[in-house]
């Protein structure tokens, strides 16, 4: 399991745009300024490490490497 601050500062490391929007949805979303590429992103304290593969993926990122299972 990873944490989600460590996910979200990780994405804004790399320039991501994280859109909270209300605070009643369920998720974020994430979004590539780069490539327009967007991810949901759950609000969870905790996310899988696969599910977070996932969200990098679709935002066409290399998987993440510093973050730990």
């Given at each position: 399991?990873?944490?989600?601050r460590d996910v979200v500062n990780d994405l804004k490391k790399l320039g991501m745009i994280?859109?909270?929007?209300?605070?009643n949805n369920h998720?974020?979303?994430?979004?590539?300024?780069?490539?327009n590429l967007?991810?949901?992103?759950a609000r969870h304290r905790e996310l899988s490490f696969f599910t977070v593969k996932e969200i990098y993926k679709q935002l066409g990122l290399d998987e993440p490497r510093n973050l730990t299972r």
């Open positions: 399991m990873v944490k989600r994280i859109d909270e929007g209300k605070r998720h974020a979303k994430v979004i590539n300024p780069y490539t967007k991810a949901p992103l």
